[in-house]
């Protein structure tokens, strides 16, 4: 795997997702990248901090921000793990992010179900990247979690 490609940063957020797995919250990792470097890594939190909104996009969105001492992330590029949901896309749209690279679409509450129009219209969109690792870890989880 080609370091600083597309395929080596999902790698990178899919092990936030397999955090988020051995921590019994939603498989789902991201990473934000900006010139080639990791800014931010984060995994679903939803449980292990009672808040609804502690997603994995939500988290690295912050993070990055912090880190660029600026809330507008142009240059930047997300890698996750699932598509984002309508609240995740909309904190993208509202951050400028630059790319969206996502792995599994998500057809019960991914944004594209809404309309494409919820991102930012710059932003560049790149879906199916590791996907089937992606859904396996969350059919993975689900399958767990019901037994």
Known sequence: MELFSDAYFMNEAFKQAKLAFEEE????GAVIVCRNKIIARAYNQTEKLTDATAHAEMIAITAAANALGAKYLPECKLYVTLEPCVMCAGASFWSQLGELHYGASD???GFSLIQERILHPKTKVTK??????SKNLLDEFFKKLRN
């Open 107 to 109: 057809p019960k509450r």
């Open 128 to 133: 199916g990247l590791m996907a089937k690792e």
């Open 25 to 28: 919250e939603i498989p789902v």
